[in-house]
């Protein structure tokens, strides 16, 4: 098993930046992929930003490319999710998680919500117009 804890979530003004953190303890050697997912109220989850445990390779949605970086720390089991000029349309609940995938992961397989095996609780970001 795999747990995973966001923290960083708050309340932003738009334009505004935040930066979230997910630790990561446990079996994490069963897991080699990390992303990041959000869902807005009423909507379903989505993906945002992936990274290798490597570091080597990202993938990071078209909705928020330019704006978000994700980044990772192995000696800390650390992922980031850098946001930058942050748009209302950006409230939801940010949901990290943690993928085995077999091979070399794909930008396919690093967007697919089916691949991730483990989450954590949910960080709430809000931004205000």
């Known amino acids: 098993q795999v747990q995973l804890v966001e923290s960083g979530g708050g309340l932003v003004q738009a334009g505004g930046s935040l930066r979230l953190s997910c630790v990561a303890s446990g079996r994490t050697f069963s897991s080699n992929v990390m992303g990041w997912f959000r869902q807005a109220p009423g909507k379903e989850r989505e993906f945002v930003a992936a990274?290798?445990?490597?570091?080597?390779?990202?993938n990071i949605a078209v909705s928020v490319k330019g704006r978000f970086t994700i980044s990772s720390d192995t000696a800390k089991n650390t992922v980031y999710l850098q946001m930058n000029s942050l748009k209302p349309d950006d409230t939801a609940v940010y949901y990290c998680?943690?993928?085995?995938?077999?091979?070399?992961?794909?930008?396919?397989?690093?967007?697919?919500?089916?691949?991730?095996?483990?989450w954590g609780q949910g960080s709430q970001v809000t931004v205000s117009s």
């Open positions: 998680a943690a993928a085995l995938v077999r091979g070399l992961p794909t930008a396919r397989d690093m967007g697919n919500i089916g691949t991730y095996n483990y």
């Open positions: 990274i290798t445990r490597s570091g080597a390779s990202t």
